[in-house]
């Protein structure tokens, strides 16, 4: 803002008169028309006329300009590093199967899905590469997803990643944002935008039986194959430490191998498209997520639970998760419910008249059999939701209705 200027007259003030000689008259038989008048002029102290129209456009080529290096300089800082602020509607993805229903070929699929599947290399308590992973492209704009658990240590502390494609080239990359919860990240590799997006397709139209390809780098082995089939849907699965770096999945359950370093690969259908993320493998020590190698029971986060976490990191660098502010146990697998053992106060569970030892049994008729499979079922759904849980108390059963709140993480 400029300061206003000191107060002046608008004129000069009239000057004091002076003698003027007479004109020289011109000799009386030579004619000579009179000199064409003087053009006015403009009063002194004001702006002629015509300055106005070329200052205002002066004055719009300046504020288009200025408008258009503006909304570059916003678009870039808002941005950073690989945020869309229209999520997944604002980058271009694949959802048409690249293969006929009908393929039921593994090397058809292979073929397909290798180019859009990645290894990842990320620092891990100061070791360049000293964690390995997987990943897969999501759209034509340069973002990869993975699983958190990939690349939560380099994130945290400033170490680096890389993504390698299939022919070897590797690709520095920026976390984006990540999910421990869900146990997904997106990446932004601007640099691998020439690598072609996997179609994403649908785990609900899965069928416990069908066959599925994982794709990924167990071992550090990169663009390995292997092939199985959907071993169970809707299983409730833990994975990482207690407390509140656990994530809680509704997985797809697979046969096919998978071992460290498959971790954020696709899973994929005989179509070609991705039904969910490998994440979490079971070993026979009882533990999911360990180092032992494959014993044929393998778990995937569900692609519809990767669609809506990845929208809600491209539109903030961030995901949300619903609760009901109140913690249950999770230790206990009796199957006859989910114990509450505390209620947090202003919480939609107090709102709702929920009590410590009350016993959740089913959400929205759903059987619910523990505290884990609550935790699942509840980050089912989506921060907003109005939903029905089935409670015991005391040896009798009512319902009570609850609209989710909503945490970051």
Not at 1 to 19: A, F, K
Not at 179 to 202: C, E, I, N, T, W
Not at 277 to 284: K, L, Q
Request: proline share 9%; hydrophobic share 35%.
């Amino acid at each position: 803002m400029t300061q206003d200027e000191p107060t002046r007259p608008i004129g000069p003030s009239t000057p004091p008169p002076s003698w003027v000689p007479p004109t020289v008259q011109a000799p009386p038989y030579r004619w000579a028309p009179p000199p064409p008048p003087a053009p006015p002029r403009a009063p002194r102290g004001r702006v002629p006329v015509w300055v106005w129209p070329v200052v205002c456009v002066l004055a719009l080529g300046v504020g288009i300009i200025g408008g258009a290096i503006g909304g570059l300089v916003y678009e870039q800082v808002r941005d950073q590093p690989g945020t869309v602020s229209s999520g997944l509607a604002g980058v271009d993805t694949v959802t048409e199967a690249p293969l006929p229903a009908e393929n039921g070929s593994i090397a058809a699929v292979a073929a397909r899905l290798l180019p859009s599947t990645v290894q990842i290399s990320a620092e891990y308590q100061g070791q360049d590469g000293g964690a390995t992973g997987s990943g897969f492209v999501l759209d034509r704009q340069g973002h990869i997803v993975t699983n958190n658990h990939v690349v939560q240590d380099a994130d945290e502390n400033h170490g680096r990643i890389e993504v390698v494609d299939e022919d070897g080239n590797r690709y520095p990359a920026d976390v984006v944002g990540r999910s421990s919860v869900y146990d997904l990240a997106v990446l932004f590799v601007p640099k691998a935008r020439s690598l072609q997006p996997a179609a994403l397709g649908s785990s609900q139209a899965l069928r416990v039986g069908e066959s599925v390809v994982a794709i990924g780098s167990p071992l550090g082995l990169s663009s390995t194959v292997t092939a199985g089939i959907v071993s169970a849907l809707h299983r409730p699965v833990t994975t990482g430490s207690a407390g509140d770096d656990s994530s809680y999945i509704n997985a797809v359950q697979t046969d096919a191998a998978i071992n460290p370093g498959n971790s954020g690969g696709p899973l994929v259908n005989l179509r070609g498209q991705v039904v969910g993320v490998n994440s979490a493998i079971a070993t026979t020590g009882g533990t999911i997520g360990g180092e032992s190698g494959n014993i044929g029971v393998g778990f995937a986060i569900p692609i519809e639970q990767v669609r809506i976490t990845a929208d809600q990191i491209l539109r903030t660098g961030e995901a949300s998760y619903p609760v009901i502010g109140a913690k249950v146990k999770t230790g206990e697998t009796g199957g006859n419910g989910a114990e509450i053992d505390s209620v947090m106060p202003g919480t939609p569970a107090e709102k709702g008249g929920l009590e410590k030892g009350d016993v959740i049994v089913a959400i929205d008729g759903d059987r619910v059999t523990d505290g884990i499979a609550l935790i699942v079922a509840i980050r089912a759904h989506q921060p907003g939701d109005t939903v029905e849980f089935t409670v015991e108390r005391d040896g009798k059963e009512r319902t009570v209705s609850l609209t989710l709140g909503s945490e970051t993480g």
